[in-house]
């Protein structure tokens, strides 16, 4: 049977990021455009739920007409509409919902409703040399850090995840206790650069024990003993000392993924790793899972930077494949603040 090639626009609006992006099944992406809401969130110290989904209701509309401008085509021309479903903020996500869902019965065009993480997984797909199934993935995002089995679109099995914070989150709150503004992780990330290495000697949570699980809330409340430990007397710590924790901070949080991947790896007899979430964008823990699985006689896949984080491209392309095998959502509008990976319909 042939299958009738597919333009997909796709709506990602979970969180903090605006995405929407048009997805051809034969010519690959045809525009993507972003909108951040990271400059909104910041004077809170973290994301406002209310404020986000404002602001998609505001920048969902036009960044889809922006979209059909860039990719050069009308509304008419797509032949299905895919947005996150879930998991996510619950007002956000009704906002990507509803337009998408109407806009997909205005064009009498089917509907799908993403799973933003299989979005995520998947994003390593839009690149020119992208990776065969099966492979182990590591998921590191703001919200969730879980290593997962993929034998094919919708083939599913969590083989460790977060027990309390998420890498990223775990970023954002010791970027916040170094005093660094809201996104933490990147600064984090440029702060340790000049840490010195060996000064502070972290733990490795949960890795002198065997599963695949993490945790990170030990690991953050040892920084902030640390940092009063080198605080002065008003609380201020030395600019070379926090340069330093930061340092130790992240190579604590690199060393145990790195570990839980070796792991993963070993665990399923795999040897391709993709790296995909907000955190991927890591210098340091890209660096250390090339040797992971350098070492496994492996390959390590991410996606490029701008589809590391939130964006509509990952939803556009992972609803085009899900619709190209003829799935497709009844007429109610989806939204799943909680929503199992390993619940997701195989293709
Ligand atoms: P996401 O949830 O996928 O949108 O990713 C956002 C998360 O990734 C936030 O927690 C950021 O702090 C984190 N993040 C982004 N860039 C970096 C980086 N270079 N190092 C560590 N964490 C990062
Ligand atoms: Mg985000």
């Known amino acids: 049977m042939r299958v009738k090639p597919l333009i997909v626009l796709g709506i990602e609006t979970s969180c903090d990021e605006t995405g929407v992006a048009i997805y051809d099944s034969r010519q690959g992406l045809l525009a993507d455009c972003l909108y951040s809401q990271v400059e909104i969130h910041a004077k809170y110290g973290g994301v406002i739920p209310e404020l986000a989904s404002r602001d998609h209701i505001r920048k969902t509309l036009p960044l889809i007409k922006q979209a059909l401008a860039a990719a050069g085509i009308t509304q008419s021309a797509l032949d299905g509409v895919a947005y996150t479903a879930g998991p996510g903020l619950i007002g956000a996500l009704l906002v990507g919902a509803a337009i998408g869902r109407a806009l997909g019965m205005g064009l009498n065009v089917p509907t799908i409703g993403v799973h933003h993480m299989e979005g995520h997984l998947l994003a390593p797909m839009l690149e020119p040399d992208p990776p065969a199934f099966p492979f182990v993935a590591l998921l590191v995002s703001g ?3 879980q290593l997962v089995r993929v034998d094919g ?8 995840e977060s027990l309390d914070d998420a890498a990223g989150e775990a970023f954002d709150k010791v970027g916040k206790m170094l005093g660094l503004p809201y996104p933490g992780g990147p600064r984090v990330e440029e702060l340790a650069r000049s840490g010195r290495p060996g000064q502070f000697d972290f733990p490795r949570p949960m890795t002198n024990r065997p599963g695949l699980d993490f945790s990170f809330s030990g690991l ?3 920084v902030r003993n640390t940092i009063a430990q080198h605080s002065d007397s008003e609380g ?3 600019q070379q000392t926090r340069a330093d924790i930061a340092r130790a901070f992240e190579e604590a949080v690199v060393a145990t993924l790195a570990i ?3 792991r993963a790896l070993q665990h399923t007899g795999l040897n391709s790793l993709i790296l ?3 955190v991927s964008a890591n210098i340091r823990l890209r660096k250390e899972l090339e040797k992971t699985v350098g070492k496994a006689n492996g390959r390590l896949f991410y996606a490029q930077a701008r589809f590391c984080t939130d964006n509509g491209a990952m939803i556009a392309y992972a609803g085009c494949q899900r619709l190209l095998a003829g799935q497709h959502d009844d007429l109610s509008i989806q939204a799943r603040p909680r929503w199992s990976l390993e619940s997701l319909p195989a293709l």
């Open 143 to 145: 919200g969730h850090t």
């Open 153 to 160: 679109i919708g083939r599913y099995e969590i083989l460790g």
């Open 260 to 262: 839980k991947c070796r």
């Open 236 to 238: 201020a710590l030395q």
């Open 276 to 278: 995909a979430g907000g």
């Open 220 to 222: 953050k409340t040892f």
